[in-house]
């Protein structure tokens, strides 16, 4: 499958990137690991005048710690993310998440920008970062700005992003009691339903939940409910999880495909949902 | 047309490229590097799987000018000479292959995942390999000769 022609140019800095997207007006495309939008081009869903490649600059790439919170770059690889020593230590739900992406080639080309930019409803990242609240860094013509996670997935491949801007990194608090749990698409490996579940516990007693849910809906979600339900109750394993058996309750326009049937999927939130929180609160 | 200078197996490769041409075209196409197949062309089966910067990358879903400056490494770059790789004597000595359709890609799969982890339990190398499809052998001699290969590697 051979995509529309196209021009290539790399861009050598954030700067120079957001710089090259103006020039190019609306026919210019960010690639990063081109893993969501080379199959595009290729079935000629998708066909931009330009490509500019962000993948090799170097302010991009990396995790680190920023005041306290962490940082990922949106440039850094599935891979680099789920091998990342300061995430497994401080908030092994974002290296979980990333470990189930794809498959080992996904992984090493693969991006968070790029993920959370193309907005699959079945992509993993999004549960994770709605579960951290999470911002999104964002840099454009018009200057830097920020946008809650939950703000920034709005619908169905849609987001909370100009066509002339680009998604610098991701930034959150750490949380340890936190862990994602999907339900695989076996061959494809992306998620029918995916939790995120974040805790904040003290004293034996849940004072937060924040889970994020990918997979089900257009878009990912927080599951306020269940949230709601959550804060206040004791940090023992099966009262959450009781809590948390009916998540799926309350959804309406969950997706239904060859894999999975709305009903199918709903019963599965709430397994996944207890299942994140289970694993949760055992790294507590 | 782009300019690319790629290094494959070694050798510093230079060629006017459209930007839309594949790497997996490059290699196969311009550098007559056979080695490399393509299965299904859509990002899935993992045969074209070749080494970019030392990882395994799936070489349908890379333009090449996307791997300019960088190295590349295919199946014909593995053996030393009659050398063989552990891992090509690892698939002929557990018969890893029917077919040999997938097997260039299943290779270079086993290649990054021994350098990530020198000695896979059964289920890590199943994973490991999560992004390679074969029809033939039912994997289990797969998974035998990526062991077959490790153990090699670190006698
Ligand atoms: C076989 C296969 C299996 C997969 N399985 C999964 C899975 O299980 N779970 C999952 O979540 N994902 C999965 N994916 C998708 C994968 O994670 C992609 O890598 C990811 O969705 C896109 O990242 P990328 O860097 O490749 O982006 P690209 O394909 O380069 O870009 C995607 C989109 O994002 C834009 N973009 C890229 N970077 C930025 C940026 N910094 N700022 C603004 N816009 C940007 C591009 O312009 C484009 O529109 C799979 C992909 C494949 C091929
Ligand atoms: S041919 Fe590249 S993944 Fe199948
Ligand atoms: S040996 Fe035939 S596809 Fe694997």
């Known amino acids: 499958m051979i995509p529309s022609a196209f021009d290539y140019e790399r861009a050598t800095s954030v700067d120079d990137a957001v710089a090259r997207l103006a020039a190019a007006g609306g026919a210019g495309k960010l690639i990063a690991g081109g893993h969501s939008l080379v199959p595009l081009m290729k079935l000629r869903l998708n066909e931009p005048g330009t490509l500019i490649d962000i993948a090799r600059i170097p302010e991009l790439a990396g995790v680190r710690e920023v005041d306290g919170a962490i940082e990922i770059g949106a440039g850094t690889v599935h891979h680099a993310v789920a091998t990342s020593d300061l995430l497994r230590a401080r908030c092994p739900v974002v290296a979980e998440t990333a470990a189930t992406i794809g498959d080992p080639q996904v992984r090493n080309r693969g991006t968070l920008g790029g993920s959370i930019a193309h907005a699959d409803p079945a992509a993993d990242y999004p549960a994770t970062l709605l579960a951290l609240d999470a911002e999104v860094r964002i840099q454009g013509p018009r200057g830097a700005r920020t946008v809650a996670a939950r703000d920034f997935f709005q619908d169905l491949f849609t987001v909370d992003l100009a066509g002339d801007e680009l998604i610098t990194a991701v930034r959150f608090a750490p949380v340890r009691t936190a862990a994602y749990a999907k339900l695989y698409q076996r061959a494809s490996r992306f998620a029918i339903v995916g939790v995120a579940a974040a805790l904040d516990v003290a004293g034996g007693t849940v004072r937060s939940a924040r889970l994020g849910l990918t997979g089900a809906l257009s878009h990912a979600v927080r599951l306020t409910a269940v949230e709601e339900a959550l804060a206040g109750r004791p940090a023992d394993a099966d009262s959450v999880a009781a809590e948390a058996a009916r998540a799926g309750d309350g959804l309406s326009d969950l997706n239904a495909d060859i894999h999975a049937g709305a009903d199918y999927r709903r019963a599965m939130v709430g397994v996944f949902a207890q299942r994140a929180l289970r694993a949760a609160l055992a790294r507590g | ?155």
């Not at chain 2, 089966?45 to 070749?50: P, Q, R, S, Y």
């Not at chain 2, 998974?143 to 006698?155: D, E, I, L, P, T």
């Open chain 2, 1 to 155: 047309m782009a300019q690319v200078s790629i290094t494959v197996n070694g050798r510093r490769r230079t060629a006017e490229v459209e930007p839309r041409l594949l790497l997996v075209h490059f290699l196969r196409e311009h550098l007559d590097l056979t080695g490399t197949h393509v299965g299904c062309d859509t990002s899935q089966c993992g045969a074209c799987t070749v080494l970019v910067d030392g990882r395994s990358a799936k070489s349908c879903t890379i333009f090449a000018v996307q791997a300019d400056g960088s190295e590349v490494t295919t199946i014909e770059g593995l053996a030393k000479g009659d050398d063989l790789h552990p891992l090509q004597d690892g698939f002929w000595e557990e018969h890893g292959l029917q077919c040999g359709y997938c097997t260039p890609g299943m290779i270079m799969s086993s290649v990054n995942l021994l350098e990530d982890n020198p000695s896979p339990t059964e289920a890590q190398i199943r994973e490991g390999l999560d992004g390679n499809f074969c029809r033939c052998t039912g994997y289990q001699h797969i998974v035998n000769a990526v062991q077959n290969a490790a153990a090699r590697r670190s006698s």
